[in-house]
């Protein structure tokens, strides 16, 4: 059981918008800043969001990431077939002094 | 380029004991805090530790706790993770990551796979 709470799978269509939730509490999300990561199978994570909403460079502006309370969103828009990867959250979590990662939210593009 | 170039994993025996190595290139590898996270086969990501810039400063996951040592040579630019008292739920891809807290895990490895069976 992941500290941080994701959605196992989303999906929908190409072109269309997505949001992934993930939630958390007050000593992690709550406090602390949110990444995002990018994992296709066989492959290492990419970060795609940090500091709740800031892209690293040549991460296109489809993605966006946003934080309220203790919960946290990523943002997809212009969905491609080439999104269709697993997306986990994580922080920091100040009470247990971990890093947490969510379950981790598998997307279909239909 | 910034790389993680990560070694050292392989088959070893229940209670067994491996030590992976992180190799660092293309950024000032003194300046930032590093990390290890695994993924079991078909799991989801898992921190496992991670270590200050100056290296003074470690934490662990409850599951490694006691059993790994996370440990880093700035003037070799280079991450380590020894791994003791192996058990079978310790198999998985291990993963050497730059970065922490403030700016997340920007730079991955490729990873190196560890396999504790009998």
């Known amino acids: 059981q992941s500290v941080l709470t994701q959605p196992p799978s989303v999906s929908a269509a190409p072109g269309q918008k997505v949001t992934i939730s993930c939630s958390g509490s007050?000593?992690?999300?709550?406090?602390?800043?949110v990444s995002w990561y990018q994992q296709f199978p066989g492959t290492a994570p990419k970060l795609l969001i940090y500091?709740?909403?800031e892209r690293p460079s040549g991460i296109p502006d489809r993605f966006s990431g946003s934080k309220s309370g203790t919960s946290a969103t990523l943002g997809i828009t212009g969905l491609q077939t080439g999104d269709e990867a697993d997306y986990y959250c994580?922080?920091?979590?100040?009470?247990?002094?971990?890093?947490?990662f969510g379950g981790g939210t598998k997307l279909t593009v239909l | 380029e910034v790389l993680l170039l990560e070694s050292g994993g392989g088959l070893v025996q229940p209670g067994g004991s491996l030590r992976l190595s992180c190799a660092a290139s293309?950024?000032?590898?003194?300046?930032?805090?590093m990390g290890w996270v695994r993924q079991a086969p078909g799991k989801g990501l898992e921190w496992v530790s991670g270590?200050?810039?100056?290296?003074?400063?470690?934490d662990y996951a409850d599951s490694v706790k006691g059993r790994f040592s996370i440990s880093r040579d700035n003037s070799k630019k280079m991450l380590y993770l020894q791994m003791n008292s192996l058990r079978a739920e310790d198999t998985a891809v291990y993963y050497c990551?730059?970065?922490?807290?403030?700016?997340?895990?920007?730079?991955w490895g490729q990873g190196t796979t560890v396999t504790v069976s009998s």
């Open positions: 990551a730059k970065g922490g807290v403030s700016n997340g895990m920007d730079v």
């Open positions: 293309g950024f000032t590898f003194s300046n930032y805090a």
């Open positions: 270590i200050s810039v100056s290296g003074g400063s470690t």
């Open positions: 007050s000593s992690n999300i709550g406090n602390n800043y």
């Open positions: 500091k709740n909403n």
């Open positions: 994580g922080t920091w979590d100040s009470s247990l002094s971990v890093w947490v």
